[in-house]
């Protein structure tokens, strides 16, 4: 079984800035794409950012420039440092990996409980 757990949240003032992390442990052989999602209130969940094995990027047309995903493979730890931000980033961010727990196994997709990000003066 594999855990993910963020942390990092909180409140910030607008152009505030705030790095979120995500934390996986568990039976992991190996951790492939990984990414951020968030849910605005009364809104449905979208694709935040997302960063392949690789380390290749990619991420909403609305954070871009501003927001930026990275991960630490020998820590199992993804993290999303975002800037600039605003009442419009304002939401419960998860994240996402897809992880085989042992060689040979079928990757499965997990998530975290999220973490709220408020954005206010």
């Known amino acids: 079984q594999v855990q993910l757990v963020e942390s990092g949240g909180g409140l910030v003032q607008p152009g505030g800035s705030l790095r979120l992390s995500c934390a996986a442990s568990?039976?992991?052989?190996?951790?492939?794409?990984m990414g951020w999602y968030r849910q605005p209130p009364g809104k449905q969940r979208e694709l935040v950012a997302a960063?392949?094995?690789?380390?290749?990027?990619n991420y909403a047309n609305s954070v871009k420039d501003r927001f930026t995903i990275s991960r630490d493979n020998g820590k199992n730890t993804m993290y999303l440092q975002m800037n600039s931000l605003g009442p419009e980033d304002a939401a419960v961010y998860s994240c996402?990996?897809?992880?085989?727990?042992?060689?040979?196994?079928?990757?499965?997709?997990?998530w975290g409980k999220g973490t709220l990000v408020t954005v206010s003066s």
């Open positions: 996402n990996e897809r992880v085989a727990a042992t060689y040979g196994s079928n990757a499965m997709d997990y």
């Open positions: 568990g039976s992991i052989f190996r951790i492939y794409a």
């Open positions: 960063i392949t094995s690789t380390g290749s990027t």
